[in-house]
């Protein structure tokens, strides 16, 4: 026994043991894992979904109803099955056809009996083989029941004729009880509805208590585990994105979306009002379904939305959430449906989802030329900001290169001696320019710009504690700067002769002529701040709130009395462009008096000054320390002093003015001499939004945020995302120099009495610069909607906006729109009038509107409101176009806004007529205009028109007091309208054959408001329809039945050529 | 049988069910609710009538009157359009603010602003409500109409004119209406919007829309009256088109006659 143990170096029953309680841990780990796999978290959503969904359904039909009428149904069938016996039907029908099929066949073998021996005899005659009598013999005698067929008779016939028959009737027999049966169905299907059985269908899938036995045990049977591997209810759903290719570290494999399995009801509308993940997606008619633009089995939902589309938990999909209250209550487990599914973010996927408030980031990818993209409002709005802002100007952005070669965000320095005398209001301008308007776009590089404790600009020297020396050397150092900056500007100044003013101008007068001519479609005359004007993100108010932009477009002009000339402000209005060719003030074409009046009023706005800033004097040794700082780059400390000691102070000043102007990047929005091939200073921004999180400098920034049960926590970092990030640096630029704690709850800096430099290591050249621009929290949410959209394309070129001519000369011309403000005054694609506020109050203050209510002054304002130029593109001739861009003229009486002279260069007109004739429906695109063969007035041309007099009556006849009495509004030619207050009037008719195209003209005549809603043009034929297909169904409803055959078509077309023909 | 128990799907788990069931086939429960056999069941309607009281029998009376120094109004100037001129040989005085004796004002709109049971739904009246255009004005000046209600706008002068209403909940239109013709609308929503016609921009106009038949509108007198209210607290809002709105709460009880009296200024 001793030896077989030694033999063998181990023990069967342990080993039995180990592998018994292996095997079963293994068995465990099986089972585990299977069960684990069955439970896994998008299943429940599913489960849940499906209950849902049945309940939905269930509310969608009368299941009782249903029920009854499905027994009525078969009650009935049995009954008619009583009554007429159709088994009996049946066996009648087969006993008949057999019968007939009997008799069909005998004769057909007889037939073929006779005609065999008829061959053989026929053979026997003509010398073949056969007996020919013998043959004949045999014919005779064959006998059948058909033969007398062949002989003349034709009993047969009638005999097979009598057995068809009898199957006729019994098959009609037949028929006529499978016909009741389906009247009952049909009744069925009448009395319920497709809709209503459909739903119970459907609901007899979803619903196991309603199912029979059989699909009841298949339903529990195929999502058991294992067997749930051939067909199961509950599975992971997907689409695969062939031609969008993500790159998982050197493979590269489509992209697969599976958020279908969880947001099983996205495409449902019915699930609106549900929560997520099964809530509808919110705008079907753009997204998902196969009707719209952006189908999911081509787009899927990542591509837009971004996140792990593979991720098929609520973690693994890598959402992120809005705010950190959000983060904290999907961290906590408060998220729905599933508790168990606790947030955390996966850190090491590179592109989470957007957070929801910043989803329409997503669209930028494939929409990178757009100013405007209709429903993504939200990055409009951060679009326009940056634009307004000019972020540009510091930053690279590769959309906005062509107007960043411009450097005409801010005004022109080259001249600005001749500008502001006052070198002390430049100081303080520059020092703090929100004290002297509150709403200036020249953000604040020093101090705190406002109220607001998130806004401040950081300090400029490195200090720990705010002891007096070190604020008073703070000071010094910001005064300093100040001066050397302002004394390089004024050194480098060209000087302008602005002239003398010619005439006397009426400050009142001026002030009517300013609000009535339009400058208010650029320029506001606010003296006040306003709250926060965007009051929520609906569509509505963020329309609005573009207006604004549009509004502040140019400065709000408060104080301008205070801070130039009245001899710079006349000039100025007079001939922008002489001053300054890049900028973007237009020439509004004012007269001597005009100009001085508006002048006068301008001038008088000199109520607002500086309130609280004052700019020392510079200090020697501070300018000395500056420009030393400067020149360490290029010195020893020896060299340093020689060169200081050989400067005279103008010397300095200039250098230092330079080197600070350098700094700051002040030439990214003015023009600056010197500087005028200066690359900009800040970072490029075209690809921000592809920037991994880990680049970003978080500094020691830290923040703090109240839980549930309102305990106070600090976090020694700011959570690490780019809008995060983002988030801060555009309220205050230079939080990453400091140790400032944010609440995450407010995002507002939580202490600011702690908030102070605490790197004391980097040099003043390496601090952060950017100024601060005094972004409102949804400003700053807009424009992070922007910069989170700046990515780069990742393989998404399928998917870009196909570059179609039309595409190219609508994004295009969008944005020359944006560039020009043409919205401050027009309204282009449902969007601008922005002016419209401010010219309905000038309205009310015209004694003529003494008496006028609101609505009614409203009523009035289309009037005055410069065009809404909806359907332009099928409006006007593009050639006409062409001269009024270059040369205005006057078209509307009652408009005293005026259509300024810009200097549109030909590319930029035809690309606007381009625009304008893109936005209409297909088939309405111009031709490029031949510029090189425009001549001025080539296409003055009257219309080549024949009338004839029976249509030349008749259209004086409709145009008269006893017809539609145009006279009373329209001039035609030299003929003044009966009303004579030019509000009142419209258009000459003159003008027409030059500007408007026949086609338009004619449903312009017919039915205005059709073409443009809120037209005093009323609808003379609104049942005019030119192109109907159908002439003998046409209704032409015609008041003057008599005239050219009561023909709406021949009189709206008869008085069409007879505007034409206005001379 | 078998068939007929698969096709009504019957919730064997449910007890209840399973002796509704049992009561079936033994073919003797009295009031069983399992269908007639043979007689098609009853079509059952999801929608339940309201069956709240909408209307009663109380009313709210009073008088509009105008408080403050009575503004200079304008004539109206009907420029060289002699059809239009030669019916108001007198000069026509602006009807922005028509006063009576004592300063009461007319053409107010007095109306159940809020008050009413939620669910109520009220029939518009068969008759339509006429704007007539006569002697280039607008007959009457304000005119109040309920949701649903047919206004019709007549044309009774020689002239054409044109109807632009200015509404914003509901469609806006602006179709002209030649002499002697006239056209018909309705209005699905609550609102108060002005008419006006471009062609003589001195006819003027407003409607009232108002969701319910509980509204007035004052003539001369100031007066108003609205009748068969039901029993409860209301807000009674009364609108001018230059003096604005103003409102004032009252309760009513069974067959009350309530009085409430309002006074509009110039703010």
Redesign the interface.
């Known amino acids: 026994m001793l030896t077989e143990k030694e033999q063998k170096h181990y023990q069967p029953i342990t080993l039995n043991r180990i592998f018994a309680v292996t095997s079963l841990l293994f068995l465990g780990s099986l089972i585990w894992m299977f069960a684990d796999d069955h439970e896994r978290s998008w299943k429940r959503y599913q489960k849940q979904f499906r209950q849902l969904e049945s309940k939905k359904v269930e509310m969608t039909y009368?299941s009782?109803?249903y029920?009854?009428?499905?027994?009525?149904t078969?009650?009935?069938k049995i009954?008619i099955r009583a009554e007429g016996d159709r088994k009996a039907a049946e066996n009648k029908l087969k006993k008949a056809k057999d019968e007939h099929y009997k008799v069909d066949q005998k004769f057909k073998f007889g037939k073929a009996k006779y005609d065999e021996l008829t061959y053989r005899y026929k053979e026997a005659q003509a010398g073949h083989k056969g007996d020919p009598a013998e043959l004949r013999q045999e014919l005779d005698s064959f006998t059948y029941e058909g033969r007398p067929l062949f002989e003349g008779g034709d009993s047969w016939k009638v005999a097979l004729g009598k057995l068809e028959a009898k199957v006729k009737i019994a098959e009609n027999e037949l028929q006529a009880l499978k016909e009741k049966e389906k009247d009952i169905d049909k009744?069925f299907e009448q009395?319920l509805g497709r809709e209503q059985i459909l739903a119970a269908q459907q609901h007899?899938k979803l619903e196991v208590?309603?199912?029979?036995m059989g699909n009841k045990i298949a339903d529990k049977i195929r999502d058991l585990p294992v067997l749930d591997l051939t067909n199961p209810y509950y599975r992971v759903q997907q689409v695969v994105i062939d031609d969008v290719i993500e790159d998982m570290n050197f493979v590269q494999v489509p992209k697969v979306d599976r958020c279908m399995t969880c947001h099983q009801g996205m495409a449902k509308i019915s699930f609106s009002n549900e929560p997520h993940p099964y809530k509808t997606h919110p705008n079907l008619d753009l997204f998902l379904t196969s009707a719209s633009p952006h189908p999911v089995e081509e787009f899927g939902c990542t591509s837009c939305h971004s996140g792990r589309g593979r991720g098929t938990s609520f973690v693994s999909a890598v959402h992120m959430p809005s705010s950190h209250q959000q983060e904290l209550d999907w961290h906590h487990g408060h998220i729905g449906p599933i508790p168990e599914d606790k947030w955390h973010q996966m850190h090491h996927w590179p592109r989470p989802m957007f957070p929801a408030k910043y989803t329409q980031a997503g669209c930028f990818k494939c929409h990178a030329e757009t100013t405007d993209l209709k429903g993504a409002e939200k990055l409009n709005l951060g679009l326009a900001l940056i634009e307004r802002a000019g972020c540009y100007g510091c930053h690279t952005i590769e959309q906005y290169k062509s107007r960043m070669e411009k450097r005409n965000i801010g005004p022109s320095l080259q001249r600005v001696a001749s500008k502001i005398k006052d070198q002390d209001w430049t100081k303080k301008w520059i020092k703090n320019p929100k004290d002297f308007r509150h709403n200036t776009w020249m953000p604040t590089f020093y101090g705190n710009g406002s109220e607001d404790p998130t806004i401040g600009t950081g300090r400029l020297l490195n200090h720990r504690y705010q002891d007096g020396k070190r604020q008073q050397d703070e000071d010094h150092r910001v005064d300093t700067e100040i001066h050397a900056m302002t004394h390089y500007i004024y050194s480098k100044s060209d000087v302008f002769d602005v002239g003398t003013i010619p005439v006397k101008g009426d400050k009142e007068i001026g002030r009517n002529t300013f609000q009535a001519v339009g400058c208010q479609g650029c320029h506001e005359v606010a003296p006040d701040p306003v709250e926060e004007n965007l009051a929520s993100w609906s569509p509505t108010d963020i329309a609005e709130k573009r207006n604004q932009l549009r509004r502040e477009y140019g400065p709000n002009l408060i104080g301008i009395g205070s801070k130039t000339s009245a001899e710079w402000i006349y000039s100025w209005v007079k001939n922008p462009l002489e001053h300054n060719p890049n900028t973007e003030m237009p020439n509004l074409r004012l007269t001597d008096q005009e100009a001085a009046n508006i002048t006068a009023y301008l001038v008088s706005l000199d109520q607002k000054g500086f309130e609280q800033t004052i700019v020392g004097q510079y200090d020697d040794e501070m300018l000395d320390t500056i420009a030393s700082e400067f020149l360490q780059g290029s010195y020893i400390k020896e060299e340093i002093a020689a060169k200081l000691a050989s400067w005279d102070s103008s010397q300095t000043l200039t250098y230092a003015g330079q080197k600070l102007i350098n700094h700051y990047g002040c030439y990214g929005c003015h023009e600056i001499p010197g500087f005028e091939d200066a690359k900009p200073v800040g970072a490029e921004l075209t690809y921000h939004g592809s920037i991994m999180v880990k680049k970003f400098d978080f500094g020691l920034v830290q923040s703090e945020y109240t839980d549930r049960h309102g305990h106070k926590h600090q976090k020694d970092h700011l959570p690490h995302t780019n809008f995060d990030w983002f988030t801060q640096k555009l309220k205050n630029p230079r939080i990453y120099d400091t140790n400032a704690s944010v609440d995450l709850d407010t995002e507002k800096l939580a202490n600011l009495d702690e908030v102070h430099v605490i790197n004391e290591f980097k040099a003043f050249q390496d601090k952060l610069r950017m100024p601060n621009f005094g972004f409102t929290n949804k400003e700053v949410e807009a424009i992070v909607t922007a910069l989170m959209g700046f990515v780069k394309q990742e393989a998404l070129d399928s998917k870009i906006m196909p570059r179609t001519a039309k595409n190219v000369f609508y994004e295009k011309g969008q944005s020359i729109v944006a560039e020009k403000n043409c919205q401050g005054c027009h309204l282009i694609e449902d969007q601008g009038h922005a002016i419209k506020p401010s010219l309905l109050d000038w309205m009310m203050e015209q004694p003529e509107y003494e008496?006028l209510?609101r609505?009614?002054a409203?009523?009035?304002l289309v009037s005055f409101v410069p065009p809404n130029l909806v359907g332009e593109g099928q409006k006007v001739k593009p050639d006409w176009l062409y001269h009024f861009l270059r040369q205005p003229e006057t078209i509307r009486p009652a408009v005293e806004v005026r259509m300024p002279t810009y200097n549109f260069t030909e590319e930029e007109i035809n690309t606007l007529i381009k625009y304008f004739s893109y936005l209409e429906p297909e088939g309405e695109g111009y031709n490029w205009v031949a510029v090189d063969a425009w001549q001025d007035n080539a296409f003055r041309d009257p219309h080549q028109l024949s009338l004839s007099t029976t249509e030349l009556t008749a259209a004086k006849r409709l145009i008269s007091?006893d017809?539609?009495?145009c006279g009373?509004?329209h001039w035609i030619g030299n003929q003044e309208p009966?009303?004579?207050?030019a509000?009142?009037q419209a258009p000459d008719w003159v003008l027409a054959s030059q500007r408007l195209k026949p086609e338009w003209m004619a449903r312009w005549i017919a039915n205005?408001?059709a073409l443009m809603?809120?037209?005093?043009?009323?609808?003379?034929y609104?049942t005019y329809d030119p192109d109907h297909p159908e002439p003998e169904s046409y209704t032409n409803t015609t008041?003057f039945a008599t005239v050219l055959g009561g023909d709406d078509r021949e009189q709206v077309r008869a008085i069409r050529d007879y505007v034409l023909k206005t001379e | 049988m078998h068939q007929l128990f698969r096709k009504i799907n019957i919730d064997w788990s449910n007890p209840l069910m399973f002796l509704l069931v049992g009561l079936h086939l033994a073919g003797c429960g009295g009031d069983q609710p399992a269908p007639q056999r043979s007689t098609p069941p009853p079509a059952t309607s999801s929608e339940n009538t309201i069956a709240q009281k909408t209307t009663g029998t109380a009313s709210i009376s009073g008088t509009v009157s105008f408080i403050g120094e009575v503004p200079k109004l304008r004539t109206v100037d009907m420029g060289s359009v002699a059809e239009c001129k030669e019916q108001h040989s007198a000069g026509l005085k602006s009807e922005a603010l028509v006063l009576g004796d004592g300063n009461t004002i007319a053409n107010v709109i007095v109306k159940i602003k809020s008050g009413l049971p939620s669910n109520a739904k009220y029939d518009p009246p068969t008759n339509p409500a006429e704007l007539d255009q006569i002697g280039c004005i607008y007959t009457p000046h304000v005119l109040a109409v309920q949701v649903g209600q047919t206004v019709k706008f007549k044309n009774s002068d020689s002239v054409i004119h044109n109807v632009h209403t200015l509404s914003e909940k509901n469609p806006a239109f602006n179709k002209a209406v030649n002499k002697g013709g006239e056209m018909d609308r309705t209005y699905d929503q609550e609102e108060t919007f002005f008419v006006k016609c471009d062609i003589h921009p001195w006819m003027k106009n407003y409607i009232g829309v108002v969701s319910h038949p509980f509204f007035s509108v004052t003539k001369l007198d100031g007066k108003f009256e609205i009748k068969n209210l039901p029993v409860g607290k209301y807000t009674v809002e009364v609108w001018h088109e230059r003096l604005g709105e103003k409102t004032q709460e009252i309760e009513v009880s069974h067959g009350q006659s309530a009085e409430l009296d309002f006074t509009l200024s110039k703010s």
Do not use: F, I
């Open positions: 009368n009782q109803n029920d009854n009428w499905l027994m009525w078969e009650d009935e009954r009744r009395e007899e208590a309603r199912m029979s008496d209510s609505m009614e409203k009523a009035d007091k017809g539609h009495h009373q509004c009966e009303n004579k207050v509000k009142d205005a408001p809603p809120g037209t005093k043009m009323p609808a003379y609104d008041p």
